[in-house]
Structures are given as C-alpha cells and as structure tokens.
C-alpha cells in the first residue's frame, strides 16, 4: 500500500532560518504529492502540490520538489517567520480511476519558530 | 470565497451513543472525502462520495456509514460510540477532475467529537 514518511518534530527554529522538511514516499503506481498546513484549531489547508517527476511546487515562500529517483518531495523556506508555526504534512494521492481517492498523509510535522 | 462547512463544530456523547455529522461542499463540487484525525496523529481517510456515488473506501469501521445526497451535501453516521472514536472529523470537497491527474481537496474547519 501507500505510505508516507516524514520527519519527526516538533522542529524549532529561529526567525530567519533555512527550513527544510523531509519527507518520502512509497507509493504502487504515479502519485500527486501535497504539502498540507495545519494552524492551531483549524482545518487543513493545501500550501503546495506536484504532480510529476521534477515538478515544483511553490507558495508563500515555500518550495518542494518531486523526485522520482529518490520518492521524496522535501518541503523547504528560505527564511522562516513566526507566522510560519504550524504543524505541515506531507501526502500523497495516487489515481485508481475512481475519481475520489483519498490522501494518504504523514505523521505530520510540528514547526515551532521563535523570534 | 464559500468554504466548506461542517456541522456540529463541536460533539459530546456518551459510550454506545450515534452521532450525525453534516458536511456542505464548496458550491459546485460534487465530491465529498471524510477523514478522521486522533489526538497528534495525522488525518486517516474513511470515505469519498463522487456524484452520491460511495467512490473510495479507507479505514471506515463497520460502526459507521455515510452517504451523499442530491445537493451534494453528505452525512457520516457513527453507532455504538466507543472512546477511541474522540477525534477531529474532518470533511473535504472538490470539483470534477477534468484533465487534472488529481483532485485538490478543499478541507472544512473539522468537528471534534468527544465521547466520554
């Protein structure tokens, strides 16, 4: 089956720092890969995707980049804000010609960072 | 821009209580995913509705059903409530796929559900 693995946290850094988050993927076939971002109490919201072999995704400062050779998507910032705290997960969907499949997700990542 | 919504945002009940939790898509979008999330862990995948159509099937226990109506608006019914089923539900939307290799699932606030 799927799976996603990401690193563990919470990852704490200060204001201004390099960010990057791992993450890998198993997956059967071709999937699409997600990074979601929860804020405290809230629901997920959908910060980048790819879905093919050295595709980018990019937004809000973030970067991720599908490689295929190695079945990663490593989520990235250049100069993290406090603003950025949050928990981040990786996922993956993959096309089984039912239309709706389901995202499998990482255990998540908590970001924590202090000014 | 409409969102998602879920309702209740917040449910307590009882061990062996049911619980009905109601979810509306963004206008338009004809497909619904339910996914639970436990306390610090991340989101499991229960059920996806594509024209009230059940279309995916994930970890879902036998104790709940769902389905999706003819607005597109869709229910997840649980039974028998048990302790571990305190969680976050959350229901996400989204369109037709088109010629996209994937459907961005717009996610809903969630309702927490506690079962004492």
């Known amino acids: 089956g799927n799976s996603v693995t990401q690193m563990e946290g919470p990852v704490t850094l200060s204001e201004e720092a390099f960010l990057t988050i791992n993450c890998t993927y198993t997956?059967?076939?071709?999937?699409?890969l997600f990074w979601y971002v929860q804020y405290p109490g809230e629901g997920l919201q959908l910060l980048l995707k790819a879905t093919k072999a050295d595709d980018k995704g990019s937004n809000k400062g973030f970067e991720a980049t599908y490689r295929k050779e190695t079945t990663s998507f490593h989520l990235e910032k250049g100069s993290v804000q406090v603003s950025d705290s949050a928990v981040y997960f990786c996922a993956l969907s993959e096309f089984e010609g039912g239309g709706a499949d389901g995202l499998t997700f990482g255990k998540g990542t908590h970001l924590i960072i202090q000014p | 821009a409409a969102g998602v919504i879920q309702s209740p945002r917040h449910l307590i009940k009882e061990k062996r209580e049911t619980a009905t939790l109601k979810c509306y898509p963004i206008?338009?979008?004809?497909?619904v995913y339910w996914y639970q999330q436990g306390p610090g862990q991340d989101p499991q995948f229960l059920i996806s509705f594509y024209e009230k159509m059940q279309s995916d099937k994930g970890s879902i226990p036998d104790r709940f059903s769902a389905q999706q109506f003819s607005d597109y608006h869709s229910e997840l019914n649980m039974s028998s409530l048990e302790l571990g089923d305190s969680a976050l539900y959350f229901c996400?939307?989204?369109?037709?796929?088109?010629?996209?290799?994937?459907?961005?699932?717009?996610f809903g606030p969630g309702t927490r559900l506690t079962v004492l």
């Open positions: 997956a059967t076939g071709y999937p699409s």
């Open positions: 206008p338009r979008h004809d497909t």
């Open positions: 996400a939307s989204s369109p037709s796929r088109g010629s996209e290799p994937y459907n961005e699932q717009f």
